[in-house]
């Protein structure tokens, strides 16, 4: 009989982790505390409309892949890649940038203010495309055994590369480009990853490379929980159980080891080896009450930006405007270094719109339409009440229906919104941080927190605040550091 594994959390990463375990002979139970898989990948539905409750796309399609691959399984998706990518609006013009793949579009939409636009991305991505591919394997496909072996691979990542770890993703693209447009475009990816381009280091100018580039954005017919459903479909026709309801509040150890976790209701979940799908820094401070990771550790750490989220269902149809689409100010530089800190007032504020009812026609009554918002906003240790939340909504969706000259107001006939609270108490998020610890020299590679724990040998962590990072594509490369762990110590069962 195969070894029992006890996944705690169903997020990507979990269900991934899950997958890969179960096609080795593992058998595999995971509990969850909300009441349907997918943690921050979910879904809403309200009143007739659907929205994908967080991510909206994803990028590095071959990590998606190689999962398929490797457990030798077939997803009943179809995938649709994007072009233009997304759009981006200025407040004050009427024009919005489509950014697009094409890079030979890309220059025509920026010819008016970035002469020689296409000499300089070309040199841009060339240097990020380098980089990506000299730290690919030997840092974000790689688990370290400790935090000298990660500086030695680090040692390994060609000397001329060194700068880009000691200036931030700002200077990066002042390089290169002149345009406060275009610098502002060039720096979104780490803005809307919850931090500002001027702390966040300039290697994650890979980011535009494996958007612009190598892979690019895209979408799944019929919205992204399609994902998630097919993968659990897959699970539970392999055996797979998954409880939910069920909230992890406590721990048992026997002999030295983890022998259990204990629920709300006091039920013990036993099993083999344990795998946590939870922020790994939170749950060491929460369950396990590890003095590393202490309420004033865990506050001095660096956290990416809470979400400020809207659901809107609409009793029309919406043509100006794209499928992705950011709308942002004139003062990007003072705003993003001041509002994940609170410093700043929402009244001016930078957000993104997605139409899921764009692209998949069912999300929304026929005529209707879907329309979700994410506005960045401070973490809880900044601003913990959130009463405001209807001013801000309506302010945020004023500032869009001026932008786009028709009124969201009076055609809305669902609305939700969520706070920082409301995420915090979803999905057990620190602080309501969105995308779990933030990326900064300290907080990358094995200064994370590791996905082996420190303390019990059969007990492993998987998702965005472990290694490698945030985002879908590191949550199923999590998964295949984690599988690494699991085989090294116990090996395949079949």
Partial sequence: ?????????????????????????YKIHMVEKHN??????????????????GPTFFSMSYEFDELIKDCNIKLPLTLKELEPLYAVNFTGSEKSYYIYKDLNKLAEEFHNIEPGFKKSIDKYLASAGNFYKSINEIIIHSNSKSVTDFLLNLTKV???????LFYNMWDEVCKYFNSYEVRTIMSLVAFFLGSSPFNTMSVYSILNYTKLVHDGYHNVEGGMYRIIESLV????????????????????????????????????WESDIYVINADAALFRNKIFKRNKYNDRKLSGMKWSMAPFTIYLGLN???????????????????????????????????YYVNLLSHLNKDSAPEGCESLFILCPVADLRFKPHWDDKEEIADNIISDLSRRINYDIKSK?????????????????????????????????????????????????YVGSSTVPGTGLPMAIISSKLVLERIISKYGPLS
């Fill in 1 to 25: 009989m195969g070894k029992n594994v006890l996944i705690v959390g169903t997020g990507l990463g979990g269900i991934a982790t899950a997958l890969r375990l179960v096609k080795r002979g």
């Fill in 36 to 53: 349907q898989a997918g943690g921050r990948m979910n879904e809403l539905k309200v009143d007739g409309f659907r929205f994908d409750l």
């Fill in 158 to 164: 060609p000397v001329k590369f060194a700068p880009k």
């Fill in 233 to 268: 479909k897959i699970l539970e026709t392999e055996g797979v159980r998954i409880s939910y309801d069920t909230e992890i509040i406590d721990y048992k150890t026997k002999n030295n080891k983890l022998s259990g976790f204990v629920d709300q209701n006091g039920n013990v």
């Fill in 316 to 350: 029309t149809k919406i043509t100006d405007i794209y499928f992705h689409h950011y709308f942002l100010g004139n003062n990007f530089k003072e705003y993003s270094r001041k509002v994940f800190k609170n410093a700043i007032s929402l009244d001016k504020p930078y």
């Fill in 412 to 460: 809305t006939v669902a609305r939700v919104i969520f706070t920082p609270v409301n995420w915090q108490n979803m999905f057990n998020l620190y602080m309501g941080s969105g995308l779990g610890l933030g990326h900064n020299f300290r907080q990358i590679g094995a200064f994370r927190p590791g996905n082996y724990d420190e303390v019990y040998d059969n007990t492993f």
